[in-house]
T-cell receptor, first 111, second 116 residues
Framework: SQKIEQNSEALNIQEGKTATLTCNYT??????LQWYRQDPGRGPVFLLL?????KEKRKERLKVTFDTTLKQSLFHITASQPADSATYLC??????????FGTGTRLQVFP | DAGVIQSPRHEVTEMGQEVTLRCKPI?????LFWYRQTMMRGLELLIY????????DSGMPEDRFSAKMPNASFSTLKIQPSEPRDSAVYFC??????????????FGEGSRLTVL
């Protein structure tokens, strides 16, 4: 079955630094991978999508890479701010229209 | 648009009782997903619908769980009878499914269920 792994330990970084989160998957070759942000007590919110033929995608301070050989996506937040503190989830489509999520990584940015 | 609307936001019930969670998707979206989130297992897909038709319910844990989508603007997730291990946050999400689906999901705020 499809397995998506994210670092379950929280990532603590200082404001202004770059946060890097990892998403690894097995047993599948997705054409698309998505990243979501989830704040406590709220539903996940879509951030970015990257296609298998795109090595890198940027949106403001966010950057996502997608390495289909390593079966890995990296999610970067540059110049991080305390407001970036949240849980970040990666997700991929399995069987075309079934979106499966990783367990998420909690990011804490300290001032 | 008001987004995906779920109700109730919080539900506390006793073991054995029936629980019904409700969802109104975003108007115009043709896919609807029910997820369950716990600390231990993360966000698990329970069932999803395309054009009101259930496509995959392999994530529904047991026969105690059932979901319906009688029309494009309403869906329910029912648990009968409920058990303490069903305690979780249940999310509904909707999307616009295209031929080559890359659609982002829009989530509701969730229904937090506690079964005593």
């Amino acid at each position: 079955s499809q397995k998506i792994e994210q670092n379950s330990e929280a990532l603590n970084i200082q404001e202004g630094k770059t946060a890097t989160l990892t998403c690894n998957y097995t047993n599948y070759s997705p054409a698309y991978l998505q990243w979501y942000r989830q704040d406590p007590g709220r539903g996940p919110v879509f951030l970015l999508l990257i296609r298998e033929n795109e090595k890198e995608k940027r949106k403001e301070r966010l950057k996502v890479t997608f390495d289909t050989t390593l079966k890995q996506s990296l999610f970067h937040i540059t110049a991080s701010q305390p407001a970036d503190s949240a849980t970040y989830l990666c997700a991929l489509y399995y069987n075309t229209d079934k979106l499966i999520f990783g367990t998420g990584t909690r990011l804490q940015v300290f001032p | 648009d008001a987004g995906v609307i779920q109700s109730p936001r919080h539900e506390v019930t006793e073991m054995g009782q029936e629980v019904t969670l409700r969802c109104k998707p975003i108007s115009g979206h043709n896919s609807l997903f029910w997820y369950r989130q716990t600390m231990m297992r993360g966000l698990e897909l329970l069932i999803y619908f395309n054009n009101n038709v259930p496509i995959d319910d392999s994530g529904m844990p047991e026969d105690r769980f059932s979901a319906k989508m009688p029309n494009a603007s309403f869906s329910t997730l029912k648990i009968q009878p409920s058990e303490p291990r069903d305690s979780a946050v249940y999310f509904c999400a909707s999307s616009l499914l295209r031929t080559a689906n890359t659609g982002e999901l829009f989530f509701g705020e969730g229904s937090r269920l506690t079964v005593l």
